[in-house]
T-cell receptor, first 113, second 115 residues
Framework: SQQGEEDPQALSIQEGENATMNCSYK?????LQWYRQNSGRGLVHLIL?????REKHSGRLRVTLDTSKKSSSLLITASRAADTASYFC?????????????FGAGTQVVVTP | EAGVAQSPRYKIIEKRQSVAFWCNPI?????LYWYQQILGQGPKLLIQ????????DSQLPKDRFSAERLKGVDSTLKIQPAKLEDSAVYLC?????????????FGPGTRLLVL
């Protein structure tokens, strides 16, 4: 079973609007990461938030983490057509090494001009 | 800096045939990962290498899948014999403690269709 589950599964918005997607997970984590995947391409790392952090910003991206609720959210502000992609959260739960990520099923975002 | 390279980009085979994928990670990255991504799902880790040693292969179907990373650089993933359910995109990723080990850099993937 997958560790992270994104919500919603799909999101359709217009350019200029904000897009929010959520991720819930089951076990304790070292960090949580968000990745973007454009159609037919590999994944691109967007942002990482550690278990002792609550909020992080990167350009138009804002990520929050609530470890008590085992959930995270990704906000994309002032969306653009180029933001059309699938967004995945991935949790790092490794204890004796690093980098073992467990991905959710993703949120498919469509931004229309 | 060159990214993660993978080949081929597409492959169509019949069931019971064998297939191999190749990955060249970012130069200097000690950790290499192979993921399987089935349509509509997130990537699932198949195997993780640290240099040329296996760190985790708990989700690799070892009866048909094999992977190696000779000399701790390039890696190949092989499926023999292939089944219909192996149709997926196979992603290779690499990371390095020097650049922040938590960030993984992905290649474009190999899209496999098994008929």
């Amino acid at each position: 079973s997958q560790q992270g589950e994104e919500d919603p599964q799909a999101l359709s918005i217009q350019e200029g609007e904000n897009a929010t997607m959520n991720c819930s997970y089951k076990t304790s984590i070292n960090n949580l990461q968000w990745y973007r995947q454009n159609s037919g391409r590999g994944l691109v790392h967007l942002i990482l938030i550690r278990s002792n952090e609550r909020e992080k910003h990167s350009g138009r991206l804002r990520v929050t983490l609530d470890t008590s609720k085992k959930s995270s959210s990704l906000l994309i502000t002032a969306s653009r057509a180029a933001d059309t992609a699938s967004y995945f959260c991935a949790t790092d739960v490794t204890t004796d090494s690093w980098g073992k990520l467990q991905f959710g099923a993703g949120t498919q975002v469509v931004v229309t001009p | 800096e060159a990214g993660v390279a993978q080949s081929p980009r597409y492959k169509i085979i019949e069931k019971r045939q064998s297939v191999a994928f190749w990955c060249n990670p970012i130069s200097g990255h000690a950790t290499l990962y192979w993921y399987q991504q089935i349509l509509g799902q997130g990537p699932k880790l198949l195997i993780q290498f640290q240099n040329n040693g296996v760190v985790d292969d708990s989700q690799l179907p070892k009866d048909r899948f094999s992977a190696e990373r000779l000399k701790g650089v390039d890696s190949t993933l092989k499926i023999q014999p292939a089944k219909l359910e192996d149709s997926a995109v196979y992603l290779c990723a690499s990371s390095s403690p020097l650049t922040g080990s938590e960030t993984q850099y992905f290649g474009p993937g190999t899209r496999l269709l098994v008929l």
